[in-house]
């Protein structure tokens, strides 16, 4: 797997990609245009964040490139990838319970905060990791 150049891009299994934590300043592209939302990225070594519909979707520090990322009502499915450990935010439902799976290893149950963050440390190992948060 590799950076994403173009800061974010759609993949033609119908997910995103985005992020460069490779870039020493800061990137920012907004109105992408997917599947009628607009999204925003702002990446480089020491942050990468995703807003769809001005909303927040992703966050990770330090910067990270994410491959693959499909959102579903119950389900948010992606690789990530990075130099370093991360702490990884995601926006879901507040106050729900979820099941979390980083690179096939069942992590058990997260429940959201009032205002919907799950949070994520994630080790790298020197290769990327596939994140599944399914709700329960």
């Known amino acids: 797997m590799a950076v994403i150049s173009e800061l974010i891009r ?8 985005f992020g460069d934590y490779t870039l ?9 245009e997917f599947q009628g939302d607009s999204y925003k990225v ?26 693959h990322m ?3 009502a ?12 991360a702490q990884v935010t995601l926006e ?3 106050e729900n319970e979820y099941e979390v799976l980083i690179d096939d ?7 959201t905060n009032l205002g919907g963050k799950l949070v994520l440390g994630i080790e790298f190992n020197g290769r990327p990791q596939k994140v599944v948060v399914k709700k329960r």
């Open 10 to 17: 759609s993949e033609s299994d119908g997910t995103l990609s």
């Open 24 to 32: 020493d300043q800061k990137s920012k592209l907004s109105g992408f």
């Open 42 to 67: 702002k990446t480089f070594k020491e942050i990468t964040k995703l807003e769809k519909n001005e909303s927040f979707v992703y966050e990770s520090v330090p910067g990270t490139a994410v491959h």
């Open 70 to 72: 499909k959102v579903t």
């Open 74 to 85: 119950n389900e948010v499915d992606f690789t990530v990838e990075g130099e370093e450990q």
């Open 92 to 94: 879901l439902e507040a």
């Open 105 to 111: 290893f069942h992590i058990g149950g997260m429940k």
